[in-house]
């Protein structure tokens, strides 16, 4: 249902694989399109609750794989690879105002 994306926490792998962070990524992109059709039905404090979420998620997911990942640098290029193809999260991640020196803090 429009709105209601989230991220299930029982859903979410436990372990770093190889396709996790695309897994991750393309979750908190379905969240976003949510705000995205929240703000187009004019619900403004719902989609911009559920675009924070969006966003929170992706930089939680972010910092989880930076922990676990022995070459950060391949880190970014996968992150940035995942969010030329998640056009939506992308957006309101630069509309957010951060960039990736803030997601690598």
Known sequence: KIGKAKLPQSQIPSVVGSG????????????C?????LENWGLQDQARKKFETGVQEFLDAIRTFALESHDLEALDARVQACLQCNRCLQH???RSGLNAAFVQN
């Open 20 to 31: 996790d962070l695309e897994w991750r990524v393309g979750q908190c992109e379905a969240i």
């Open 33 to 37: 399109r949510d705000a995205h059709a």
């Open 92 to 94: 309101e991640l630069k």
